[in-house]
């Protein structure tokens, strides 16, 4: 099982970023993905989840409104649009297969600062 996201990188606030988790080593049409986040000094935060035809998403009151999650089941690959951000969206971002996250990406770091 592979997760590998990409994407991250510095942005202003109010800026966007799209993040990208590209999976393989299971079938990932079968599978709701998550976010997960984790801000220095701070524990996990789970940000969204999508279920497996795409057409469900869940959203942690925080991002809500600004951020977007979307897959694309024919070329395994998971998004996060995020939109309107904010300097404590600064974190490291995660991809996680199931709405628990049985496994887990490397991280892609997001840093929104002026």
């Known amino acids: 099982v592979q997760l590998v996201e990409s994407g991250g990188g510095t942005a202003q606030p109010g800026g966007s970023l799209r993040l990208s988790c590209a999976v393989s080593g299971f079938t990932f049409s079968s599978n709701f993905m998550t976010w997960v986040r984790q801000a220095p000094g701070k524990g996990p935060e789970w940000v969204s989840t999508i279920n497996t035809g795409g057409d469900s998403t869940y959203y942690a009151d925080s991002v809500k409104g600004r951020f977007t999650i979307s897959r694309d089941n024919a070329k395994n690959t998971l998004y996060l649009q995020m939109n309107s951000l904010k300097p404590e969206d600064t974190a490291l971002y995660y991809c996680?297969?199931?709405?628990?996250?049985?496994?887990w990406g490397q991280g892609t770091q997001v840093t929104v600062s002026s």
């Open positions: 996680a297969r199931g709405y628990l996250g049985d496994y």
